[in-house]
């Protein structure tokens, strides 16, 4: 069948069945005129998919399982808890949002000092609320992939959700193989090896340095701001090295200091 019929038959958009597709969740056969034809087996699989996504199953999660990498029973067992999490969280949430709703108090007249303090007592009874450790979190890991973006000129966890990890990693061996080629024959900047090398010791470096950032973030944020601080000092200690080194060398270039 077409995909028109496949659409139909699922209630889900083409774009939809497309990027299950790309995620290697199935493969639909081409007939002569190179059109997808779906099989009752497909749809059978598509089916399986919206069932584990509606359960909030990821998908990595599904590929895992299609490709016989784990078992359905550990993965609904994990997602059963992941999604009781959510619901105790959201249950406290509800239940001091509706309290606050009730009282009908403007944000000038709430009484924060007392829900803070309620919030508190409750989290020390084991009721859950939202981790706002989470926020600061994701904050510092978009910082981490911008990193990557920035060395490696792509969004690997996009490629990752493509590819796989074994794509990405046969995909940043091209470009630092093609990046030691351009060193040595287009930019005469250094040998191949030097080219090649490069990009993966500036994301080491970097990550070596940023790594406790991010360890110590989530058990010790004092801590943490205070390895930020000192990282910031000691960059800016190096900048301004730089910085006067180039001027020094400007100001010799002028009036001949040195020889």
């Not at 584990?52 to 998908?59: D, E, F, M, Q």
């Not at 009874?125 to 990193?147: M, T, Y």
């Amino acid at each position: 069948m077409k995909i028109k019929e496949a659409e139909d038959r699922l209630n889900l958009s083409r774009d939809n069945i497309r990027f299950y597709e790309k995620q290697g969740l199935l493969s639909p056969r081409r007939g002569s005129n190179q059109y997808r034809d779906y099989t009752e087996e497909d749809i059978r699989r598509l089916k399986q998919i919206i069932v584990l996504r509606k359960c909030g199953v990821p998908i990595a999660d599904i590929k895992r399982l299609l490709q016989g990498e784990a078992q359905l029973p550990e993965v609904l067992e994990a997602q059963s808890r992941q999604l009781q999490t959510q619901v105790d969280e959201l249950r406290g949430a509800l239940r001091l949002c509706n309290q606050m709703a009730a009282e009908e108090a403007s944000l000038e007249g709430l009484d924060e000092e007392r829900y803070f303090s309620q919030i508190t007592r409750e989290e020390a009874q084991g009721i859950p609320f939202a981790d706002l450790r989470d926020d600061f979190l994701r904050h510092e890991w978009s910082l981490f992939e911008k990193l990557w973006r920035f060395v490696y000129l792509i969004d690997l966890r996009e490629e990752k959700q493509r590819h796989g990890a074994m794509g990405v990693a046969v995909f940043l061996l091209l470009v630092c193989a093609l990046r030691g080629v351009a060193c040595q024959f287009l930019w005469h900047s250094g040998s191949f090896w030097e080219g090649f090398v490069g990009p993966f010791l500036t994301f080491l470096i970097a990550s070596v340095l940023l790594f406790p950032v991010f360890a110590l973030n989530y058990r010790h944020p004092a801590a943490a701001r205070r390895y930020g601080q000192v990282l910031l000092a000691v960059a800016l200690l190096f900048l301004g090295g730089v910085l006067l080194l180039l001027a020094a060398m400007l100001l010799n270039a002028v009036f001949h200091f040195w020889f």
